[in-house]
């Protein structure tokens, strides 16, 4: 059997980064006066919990499949196109100004690239886990896949598809391309060397 020891603490430094991402969320939101209606750590698919407690008009839960987490925001799944579209309520997502959605939308990556520049300046090799975990996560955010908080900010862009797919093309290859240069892997050389 193999030694899971060395796991362990990126393990739970993951479930940390999660936290540290989704607080950062809920913090923007309720800070602009955005309601909360869902918390979860991990996702509860085919709504299933391990855990779920309403208190108040938010539901606090702990899902059964750890592959993340999430926050639910009023209005944050409201049809936007006719017929469906209705006025937001006050405290709904999109009653907000795009500025305001997209500083609610990013406080989660912020609050991870936060957490890992403390825990690198005061406890490098201590943290590390953390310092890793949250930076991957805060890289992965950012990516703009279906779902994302990169996804959801370059949707607030009032510009046509095509300049939202030009823009999505060139945002992914900056991020992939700084994340090889943090790991140390020279692309040019790669790609030359396919040559």
Partial sequence: MPDLQPYIPYALAYVVAMLVHELGHVAAARWFGVRVDRIFLFYDANDRALFRKRIGKTVYGIGWLPLGSYVELAGMNRPTTWPFREAPLPWELKARTPFEQG???VAGV?????????CWCFGAHD????????TAIAWFNLLPHKGSDGALVLGLLPVSAFTRRVITTVWTGALVTAFCHAVGI??????????
């Fill in 103 to 105: 500083c609610i939308l």
């Fill in 186 to 195: 020279d692309l040019i050389a790669l790609c030359a060397a396919q040559l």
């Fill in 127 to 134: 943290l590390l886990p953390i310092v890793w975990t949250n």
């Fill in 110 to 118: 912020v609050a991870n690239v936060l957490v890992a520049t403390a």
